[in-house]
């Protein structure tokens, strides 16, 4: 039999536990007098401020940052149509990365009960060294599982000898050329409960190749 092209598609995936959780808020107030909502959102951002540098000296807050004061004014209108006088709003935004996720929970809860104090989302993540980590190992379990389709093909149809042929990024992929692209899809999430206990789930890092062989 002649030479037979042949191409395959390996998958592979890992579950890993998050190394790493930021968490968004934002301290912001509104009122009739621009100095004063200026006033009440400097005031509250201290506190959060205080609480984060103290955690990122000892260690449960890996990096954190803080936005410069928005402020902006707004004019509603009534339901008869007319313009009011303006409302002033001042906010101020700060992220904070943590690796101790009892201590972030601790904190979340102790904050959140603050007047003007909104707490967003929270992102759950690697830390980079992992997730290179992570990745090349999807990945070269992705193209192991290919080869294997790939022979088992051939001797299917009685072949012995598989030569890869080539390989390249998915998307790039033309009717002469194969694929392969490490790929690692986030699934986070986030529970919550009652007592603003905080667990991430499962970080999903997957890979998807495609491969051409040839195969005598």
């Known amino acids: 039999m002649s030479e037979v ?33 200026v006033e009440r959102a400097l005031a509250a951002a201290a506190p959060v401020r205080e609480g984060i540098e ?7 807050i890996t990096e954190w940052s803080s936005q410069r004061m928005s402020v902006y004014a707004d004019r509603p209108w009534n339901s008869d149509g007319r313009r009011l006088a303006p409302v002033y709003r001042a906010s101020i935004d700060f992220t904070a990365t943590f690796s101790d996720f009892s201590e972030m929970s601790e904190w979340v809860t102790e904050i959140s009960a603050d007047t003007g104090v909104s707490v967003g989302a929270v992102d759950w993540h690697l830390t980079p ?27 299917a149809l009685g072949l012995q000898n598989v030569t890869p042929r080539e390989i390249s990024d998915r998307g790039l992929m033309s009717t002469e050329s194969a694929a392969f692209k490490p790929v690692a899809m986030r699934g986070m999430a986030m529970d919550s409960a009652p007592a603003m206990e905080f667990q991430g789930e499962e970080i999903t890092v997957s890979a998807t190749v495609e491969g051409r062989f040839s195969a005598s």
């Open 5 to 37: 092209i042949i191409t395959v598609r390996g998958e592979h995936e890992l579950r890993v536990a998050p190394e790493r959780a930021t968490v968004h808020l934002s301290v912001s107030f509104d009122g009739p007098e621009r100095a004063d909502v």
């Open 54 to 60: 103290e955690r990122k000296t000892s260690g449960s």
């Open 129 to 155: 060294e992992t997730e290179r980590e992570v990745e090349r190992e999807v990945a070269t379990q992705a193209v192991g599982v290919a080869v294997s389709r790939a022979r088992a093909y051939a001797q």
